[in-house]
C-alpha cells in the first residue's frame, strides 16, 4: 500500500504564500509524475501543477507566475509554493504520484481558504 500524506495548508490573507508538501510512503516504485489538483466547491476537480521525473513542469494558466511545483525524489515529497494568492485559489488541494505500470495514487486533499 501507497499512502500520500499532505500538509501545509490553511488560511491566509489575499496576497499571501503557502507553501503544501506531499510526502509518500509504502510500497512506492518507480513514482514517475507527480502533481496536485485543487476542487473548489461546486467545481470540477482541475489540474493545478505537474512535474515529471525529470523534472519538467506544467501549470493551469491560472496559476502561472504565481505557483511552483518541485519534487525531492529523496524524501518521495513534491511541493507546492503558492504565492499572490487569490480568492478564487481557495479550494481543497490534492497531490498525486503517478508509478511505472501501476495506478494512480491520490491524497486525503488539504483546506487551502484565501479569506480577508
Known amino acids: 500500500q501507497v499512502q500520500l500524506v499532505e500538509s501545509g495548508g490553511g488560511l491566509v490573507q489575499p496576497g499571501g504564500s503557502l507553501r503544501l508538501s506531499c510526502t509518500a510512503s509504502?510500497?512506492?516504485?518507480?513514482?514517475?509524475?507527480m502533481g496536485w489538483y485543487r476542487q473548489a466547491p461546486g467545481k470540477q476537480r482541475e489540474l493545478v501543477a505537474t512535474i515529471t521525473g525529470g523534472g519538467t513542469t506544467n501549470y493551469a494558466d491560472s496559476v502561472k507566475g504565481r505557483f511552483t511545483i518541485s519534487r525531492d525524489n529523496g524524501k518521495n515529497t513534491v511541493y507546492l509554493q503558492m504565492t499572490s494568492l487569490k480568492l478564487e485559489d481557495t479550494a481543497v488541494y490534492f497531490c498525486y504520484i503517478d508509478r511505472v505500470l501501476r495506478s494512480r495514487v491520490w491524497g486525503q486533499g488539504t483546506q487551502v481558504t484565501v479569506s480577508s
Open positions: 509504502g510500497s512506492i516504485f518507480s513514482i514517475s509524475a
